[in-house]
């Protein structure tokens, strides 16, 4: 027990009684997110309760109550732990009969005594300092004991330039250093499990990240729009990138997916423009839309394990090539479209839709049959024949660069016309029925198919569904 004086006396004849006072409250919210733990144990704070430490002269009678909140014990613990010296002379001017001797002990009433101040500490942000401290980080050490960095702990902070986290951490939570625009330097822990989403979105000048062997997953937009990443060490042992996880690191060079990883997310290297090699791990089963769109990729490998691949995924590339391989059995239209410099694609046999917009240098692709959606062309033959298995043409269907389309020919029972399908043509082909002789609109318009005249109105301007 530390010795305390008397304040009016000097005497040392103080005796010294704490309890808790549970109608305390603060303000709602500020101390939500913390949890401390005793032997082991962690218990949920509410901000409900303070400790207060009663102190009674035997000698002259003087009588004198300190008051700790959870905050304010949790802050004075935190300084003994990073040794903030500076801190800690605020705090014992601020607390002077606390028995700083014991200081460990502060708050023991609250959550439980412990011989380390890392031992009760569970998660950790921004109200572990006090604000005029928080405001000064450059440096942050994080302390060990700690096993979660709360959601948005450094949101948005302004100095904070280098990140140590201890091994006892296993996980960043979400948008926890976002917007950290000074920080350059991130040191991870061995034992960390899962990075949250946005954790270090808009780190505009952090470098290079390692993300440790334990992590499993990796959240949406973690490292969305770190403008000057270059390089990612992703770990052995991860099964998931989320969403947008590395979109708009626009220097990110290459980067290598381990064999665990079984799908990419959406986005995930969006906007990575400088992205040339990317090698996709061996057991990947989905590629998320736009996951490599407007990447500065020539060509891929997509490994034979791969079933699904979105929209938009190889959009605004540079490959040139592209080899769809069997196990694929679920493809979006837009999975190649955008594509300016695509010159060979083996489109599989079970596509139903077809959209090959922005693929210039393409040469000219057949409608198969089984096709039942044509949502794109780029360059066609004269004379173009539509297979008997199509349903639909979509909107602005055929390209401006379809300039050599002379006349088409509809096998099938058409069943829906998009607005403008033929709009970007100068000279309007012509479309001849081989099934239909008569479309009847929804609204009730009918279209004698054997005149020419008529056949063109139907595909101007407006979308057209048929009426069965």
């Known amino acids: 027990m530390g010795v305390i004086r008397c304040e009016k006396c000097g005497s040392l004849q103080v005796s010294v009684n704490k309890n808790i006072d549970s109608n305390y409250s603060v303000k709602k919210g500020i101390l939500g997110t913390f949890l401390f733990g005793a032997f082991g144990s962690v218990m949920g704070v509410g901000g409900k309760k303070k400790e207060v430490t009663h102190y009674h002269c035997q000698a002259c009678g003087w009588q004198s109550t300190t008051s700790l909140s959870e905050s304010e014990c949790f802050a004075i613990k935190t300084a003994l732990e990073l040794k ?45 300092f006090n604000e005029l401290d928080w405001n000064n980080i450059v440096d942050l050490v994080v302390p060990n004991g700690v096993t979660e960095i709360s959601n948005m702990a450094f949101y948005c902070h302004k100095k904070i330039e280098t990140v140590i986290i201890p091994d006892s951490v296993v996980k960043i939570g979400k948008s926890a250093f976002a917007h950290c625009e000074k920080l350059k330097s991130v040191v991870l822990p061995k034992g960390l499990l899962e990075i949250g989403s946005s954790a270090f979105c808009g780190c505009t000048n ?6 440790p062997d334990s992590v499993v997953k990796i959240g949406e937009s973690a490292f969305d729009d770190c403008e000057k990443l270059k390089s990612v060490v992703l770990p052995k042992g991860l099964l998931e990138i989320g969403s947008s996880a590395f979109c708009g690191c626009t220097n990110l060079e290459s980067i290598v997916i381990p064999d665990s990883v079984v799908k990419i997310g959406e986005s995930t290297f969006d906007d990575c423009e400088k992205l040339k090699s990317v090698v996709l791990p061996k057991g990947l089963s989905e590629i998320g839309s736009g996951s490599f769109r407007r990447t ?14 979105g929209s938009d995924v190889f959009s605004g590339t540079n490959i040139k090539e592209l080899e769809i391989p069997n196990s694929v059995v679920e493809m979006e239209d837009t999975c190649v479209a955008g594509c300016c410099l695509l010159e060979k694609y083996n489109c599989p046999s079970f596509v139903k839709s077809i959209n090959y917009k922005g693929c210039e240098n393409l040469p000219m692709m ?13 360059k066609t033959p004269e004379e173009l024949t ?24 509809i096998t099938s029972e058409l069943e829906f016309i998009g607005l403008g399908s033929l709009s970007s043509l100068k000279e309007k082909p012509v479309i001849i029925f081989t099934k239909l002789t008569r479309w009847e609109d ?17 595909f101007s301007g407006f979308r057209r569904t048929r009426k069965k």
Request: aromatic content about 6%.
């Open 296 to 309: 500065n990729i020539e060509s891929i490998i997509i490994p034979n394990t791969v079933v699904k691949l």
């Open 206 to 211: 952090l470098e290079s990240i390692v993300i």
């Open 442 to 458: 929804e609204d009730g318009t009918v279209y004698d198919l054997t005149n020419n005249k008529e056949t063109a109105a139907l």
């Open 84 to 128: 903030n010296q500076q801190r800690l002379q605020q705090l014992k001017a601020k607390y002077k009969n606390i028995e700083w001797s014991n200081a460990q002990k502060i708050g023991g009433s609250l959550y439980g005594s412990s011989n380390s101040t890392s031992s009760s500490i569970r998660k950790f942000d921004k109200y572990s």
């Open 366 to 378: 057949d409608v198969c049959e089984g096709v039942e959606i044509l949502n794109g062309l780029e």
């Open 386 to 409: 539509l297979p008997s298995t199509l349903k639909r043409i979509g909107p602005v269907a055929f390209s401006s660069s379809c300039t050599n389309l002379k006349k088409i020919i």
